[in-house]
Each structure stands twice: as structure tokens, then as C-alpha cells.
């Protein structure tokens, strides 16, 4: 499974961005997705995942800001980013676990900053 992200960009504190995962199979059967990001010096960490279908979780730091959705239809996976912190800043990946292997994107850049 190939994934490519795009949305990322630089926004200034309070803004908002949607990240996008664009997957090169069918998700329809992927069970457990997710978002990470790295900030700088920092090792990766999960933000949002989704399991299950519709079973979501997030990191304390995002939620209530953060979304994470899915369309099967166009094989894209989604993060909504609200209310956006300079803290928020770094690399953002896509993850999927797909017959018990993971696939990562190669990651887009978000940049919070006045």
C-alpha cells in the first residue's frame, strides 16, 4: 500500500488545516489507521487514530481540536485540524496497519507560526 499526504502548509496560531492520506489500494478493509507527527528533536507520536471503522482515538494534547475521518469511496483517510498551536508544528505521517504490516507516507510539513 502506497500513501501520499498533502495539506500540509504554514498557518498561523488559531488557523486551521486538513490533512489528507491518499492510499493506493482499497481501505474498505483496513482496520486501523492513523496520524503521527515529529516535531523537531522529538520522536514521533501518535495524534489521531481510527480503528474499527469508526472507533477513534486521540492524543490529550489535540482533542477536541483534532478529527480524523475516513472516505472507503475515495480511499483517503482525512485529519481536520482546528484551532491550530505553534506546538502543533512538525512532520505529520499517515499510517495504516494492512494484513499486519505497516505502511507509512512519506509525511507533509505543518508549520504554526505568526
Known amino acids: 500500500v502506497q500513501l501520499v499526504e498533502s495539506g500540509g502548509g504554514l498557518v498561523q496560531p488559531g488557523g486551521s488545516l486538513r490533512l489528507s492520506c491518499a492510499a493506493s489500494?482499497?481501505?474498505?478493509?483496513?482496520?486501523?489507521m492513523g496520524w503521527f507527527r515529529q516535531a523537531p528533536g522529538k520522536q514521533r507520536e501518535l495524534v489521531a487514530g481510527?480503528?474499527?471503522?469508526?472507533?477513534?482515538n486521540y492524543a490529550d494534547s489535540v482533542k477536541g481540536r483534532f478529527t480524523i475521518s475516513r472516505d472507503n469511496a475515495k480511499n483517503t483517510m482525512y485529519l481536520q485540524m482546528n484551532s491550530l498551536k505553534p506546538e502543533d508544528t512538525g512532520v505529520y505521517y499517515c499510517?495504516?496497519?494492512?494484513?499486519?504490516?505497516?505502511?507509512w507516507g512519506k509525511g507533509t510539513l505543518v508549520t504554526v507560526s505568526s
Open positions: 481510527l480503528t474499527g471503522g469508526d472507533s477513534t
Open positions: 489500494k482499497s481501505i474498505f478493509s483496513i482496520n486501523a
Open positions: 499510517k495504516v496497519i494492512y494484513y499486519g504490516l505497516d505502511y
